[in-house]
């Protein structure tokens, strides 16, 4: 089983999956090509896969063909689902067993399939998993956090072409959902408003909107002020929500929409690129024995994404801090259409 | 002139670059493959860098050929030398200037020369180069922090092959230095000691030492406990020292030691891999009109080292959190020979 441990100066949770296949010696030759042979994500090669844990079915049996979503555990975990959460420390180290969930989302039974040339019903029902599954892990005591996250292409890490994103639940809330929501709770003791809320209200009454890339009824896509990579943008809820999995389907499918279209313009505009997709919800509020029950409400759940365009190297390592060779409000130009940000008074 | 932004959520400072010579379609196309011609940072192409700032010479005239180790500013700097230091905000919104320090660091005249083959003098010599610019950058009243990173091969951020290290003066504390810094000052506040210091007393005093990877008179190499990267390494001077840059000659010689076996190792048994390499030391502590001044004594310099092996995707970007597929003792065996190890008494 893997093995979870702190990093004693900096306080942050890494995970030590020595199982995941990987010997010293591995990392001599350059990675092997992928595997020739059938897709084990396509139609067809359920057998594949390890059994589905969850799939969108019209009426077929399970692991056959004949659906549209299908979740699988991931064949590879990180973490196991099964054995019990441990914690242990000996002097200033300490670690915990490596329990968690680590699914694949197989978000089309097509290989060449793709986000922006789904239909929008396609899209909200992949959103839809993502909701399901979510709350599906939430109901284990074990588990603080879940995220959902998609690696498009080889150079973002994705080691398989077939459209998926993963999912991960953790036994713990990581270090940058942790800044997070430690920044909106503080914000709100202060001020009794979501920091969000006031962020969102920010970019849109500025009157050139110079950050806003998209809006539609319910969201807005923005190119965020300090972004540390070019293009990178965060899709935020219009109206305050916490937590992810609340979307009613109406909301589901102006989010495909939004998703759609900036996934579409990164297409476009630059050149098919390689990016990765995070969704940042409310960790699981669920109260367990044991454990301080934290509720979130006035956290604001949010998508980023960004193209693998630049190198991160020694300074952004040494630091923390990122040098974005694009400034922010040039992406926002370059990635907005005629018709992508709303009429309003000030225009 | 670039800027500086601070993430109002993470509050995270980001270096917004726009003038180092991208244009957003610039990333539409792949990036152009290095120039022909001459390399900049050989012997006799003095002319193609800006004027030197500094240079180990013997005797012969700046900006020309014969000399060891030679310091020049960075033709395409994130950060400008020259300007004021100006802050600002709006809303949630912060800004500065974009003033600090960026240079590089020719580590050799010879195109073709590596850190592992060099003679012990000659890495000393750049060592003590590193720490000759750190201090005279300290100097400057606008600059809070210094770091010296060197990217190893164009996977770890390299765009020239010639053998170079580079130096950034911050305006702040980055993130992740600020992080080490609070986290000795609390245990120090705590219990009168080093943190560091004693997690470096609890890895050599284990009776397997099964994450130390070298040791020399002045030196450790540490496998770290929850590394984030398979092979990372970290290296500490045994002697408690907060600031890099008061080493003394026999000690610089040391560190050429350890540093030399480790990027030596990791040349014979990784395939010669990319790397990044940073150093982590004190602040600038010299007292400013207008500033806080931060007594960092109890601060343990040290260096960082990882080769770049794994791919890092959505789910890092998402969390923070990192999974390492090589346990951090298997890593220290692998690494380490017969004869890295003093003997002990547990032996």
Same mark, same amino acid.
Request: charged share 25%; aromatic share 10%; proline share 9%.
């Given at each position: 089983?893997?093995?979870?441990?702190?990093?004693?100066?900096?306080?942050?949770?890494?995970?030590?999956?020595?199982?995941?296949?990987?010997?010293?010696?591995?990392?001599?030759?350059?990675?092997?090509?992928? !595997?020739?042979?059938?897709?084990?994500?396509?139609?067809?090669?359920?057998?594949?896969?390890?059994?589905?844990?969850?799939?969108?079915?019209?009426?077929? &049996?399970?692991?056959?063909?004949?659906?549209?979503?299908?979740?699988?555990?991931?064949?590879?975990?990180?973490?196991?689902?099964?054995?019990?959460?441990?914690?242990?420390?000996?002097?200033?180290?300490?670690? @915990?067993?490596?329990?968690?969930?680590?699914?694949?989302?197989?978000?089309?039974?097509?290989?060449?399939?793709?986000?922006?040339?789904?239909?929008s019903?396609?899209v909200a029902l992949i959103l839809d998993?993502?909701a399901?599954?979510?709350?599906?892990?939430?109901?284990?005591?074990?588990?603080?956090?879940?995220?959902?996250?998609?690696? %498009?292409?080889?150079?973002?890490?994705?080691?398989?072409?077939?459209?998926? /994103?993963?999912?991960? &639940?953790?036994?713990?809330?990581?270090?940058?959902?942790? !800044?997070?929501?430690?920044?909106?709770?503080?914000?709100?003791?202060?001020?009794?408003?979501?920091?969000?809320?006031?962020?969102?209200? !920010?970019? @849109? /009454?500025?009157?050139?909107?110079?950050?806003?890339?998209?809006?539609?009824?319910c969201?807005?896509?923005?190119?965020?002020?300090?972004?540390?990579?070019?293009? /990178?943008?965060?899709?935020?809820?219009?109206?305050? /929500?916490?937590?992810?999995?609340?979307m009613d389907a109406a909301t589901q499918l102006a989010l495909a929409? &939004?998703?759609?279209?900036?996934?579409?313009? %990164?297409?476009?505009?630059?050149?098919?690129?390689?990016?990765? @997709?995070?969704? !940042?919800?409310?960790?699981?509020?669920?109260?367990?024995?044991?454990?301080?029950?934290?509720?979130? %409400?006035?956290?604001?759940?949010?998508?980023?994404?960004?193209?693998?365009?630049?190198?991160?190297?020694?300074?952004?390592?040494?630091?923390?801090?990122?040098?974005?060779?694009?400034?922010?409000?040039? &992406?926002?130009?370059?990635?907005?259409?005629?018709?992508?940000?709303?009429?309003?008074?000030?225009?």
């Amino acid at each position: 089983m893997s093995e979870l441990r702190k990093d004693p100066i900096v306080e942050r949770w890494v995970i030590i999956a020595a199982e995941r296949g990987h010997r010293p010696s591995d990392f001599k030759a350059p990675p092997e090509p992928p !595997q020739s042979g059938g897709c084990p994500f396509c139609e067809g090669n359920e057998a594949m896969t390890p059994p589905e844990i969850y799939a969108v079915r019209d009426g077929t &049996a399970p692991n056959t063909p004949g659906w549209q979503v299908r979740v699988v555990p991931n064949k590879f975990p990180a973490l196991a689902i099964e054995g019990e959460l441990t914690r242990s420390g000996f002097g200033r180290l300490d670690r @915990m067993t490596g329990v968690g969930a680590h699914e694949v989302i197989i978000e089309s039974p097509n290989h060449f399939d793709d986000i922006p040339a789904m239909s929008s019903d396609h899209v909200a029902l992949i959103l839809d998993t993502y909701a399901r599954r979510t709350k599906d892990l939430r109901r284990d005591e074990r588990f603080r956090h879940t995220i959902v996250f998609r690696n %498009y292409k080889g150079e973002a890490g994705a080691s398989l072409t077939h459209p998926h /994103s993963q999912l991960i &639940a953790l036994p713990f809330i990581p270090e940058l959902t942790r !800044q997070k929501l430690n920044s909106a709770r503080e914000y709100y003791h202060r001020k009794e408003r979501c920091i969000f809320c006031d962020l969102l209200e !920010q970019e @849109m /009454s500025m009157p050139e909107q110079e950050r806003v890339i998209y809006c539609n009824d319910c969201f807005v896509i923005l190119s965020p002020f300090a972004a540390r990579f070019p293009f /990178s943008v965060e899709i935020y809820p219009l109206k305050h /929500s916490h937590d992810f999995v609340e979307m009613d389907a109406a909301t589901q499918l102006a989010l495909a929409d &939004a998703l759609q279209f900036i996934l579409g313009r %990164y297409k476009e505009t630059l050149s098919d690129p390689a990016y990765n @997709m995070t969704l !940042q919800t409310a960790p699981n509020t669920i109260p367990r024995p044991g454990h301080w029950s934290s509720i979130t %409400y006035d956290y604001h759940w949010h998508l980023e994404i960004f193209p693998r365009l630049t190198k991160v190297a020694g300074f952004e390592w040494g630091t923390g801090c990122y040098i974005n060779p694009v400034a922010p409000e040039a &992406a926002a130009r370059y990635l907005r259409t005629e018709s992508s940000l709303p009429r309003t008074d000030n225009q």
